[in-house]
């Protein structure tokens, strides 16, 4: 990924210096929403990972959903939103809308870009009660989640994404 379009919205809720973090306010809002109309995405990505033991993944989605009904409000639609998990639990198969097979060398990627990510380098800050190491716990998921499939009789893949399209209800 290139430098130019990465960005980073330093939302005002999570400058606090601390664990605890400020409730949204329509600042937040407005920064994802600016940033949405200026990109025009087809697709978002968002971590659906509700059960996350700090709970900035909900705080962060509510927000979007927040940009995201505006926009929607505003323009009669928005782009399509999907969520994904990330080490705390995994969608049940009944509530996967897209599978994304992963090989070994996906996995090896991701694994990568996840130790990119500062606080995820050796041990999450926030692990919860599994004491494995993020990574561990995300490829675990993706292994997991194609053993499940398999079990089922679909195709056999190394690992898979999985994805639920957010419906517009809010969390």
């Known amino acids: 990924c290139e430098e130019q379009h990465l960005h980073n919205l330093y939302l005002p809720f999570y400058r606090t210096g601390t664990i605890a973090k400020k409730p949204i306010s329509d600042e937040d809002v407005q920064i994802i929403k600016k940033l949405i109309n200026d990109v025009k995405p087809d697709q978002i990505y968002v971590a659906g990972d509700l059960s996350d033991p700090h709970g900035t993944h909900r705080v962060c989605a509510q927000a979007i959903f927040r940009a995201l009904e505006q926009i929607e409000n505003e323009q009669g639609s928005r782009p399509e939103t ?43 800050l926030f692990p919860g009660s599994d004491p494995r190491e993020f990574w561990q716990r995300a490829e675990d998921r993706n292994t997991g ?15 898979m994404e999985a994805f639920t399209r957010w419906n517009g209800v809010p969390i």
């Open 145 to 159: 989640t194609a053993a499940r499939y398999n079990q089922v009789g679909l195709p056999e893949y190394f690992a």
């Open 82 to 124: 999907l969520l994904y998990r990330g080490a705390w639990q995994e969608y049940e198969l009944h509530e996967i809308e897209i599978a994304v097979p992963l090989s070994p060398g996906d996995i090896l990627q991701k694994r990568k870009a996840i130790f990119m990510h500062q606080s995820q380098k050796d041990e999450a």
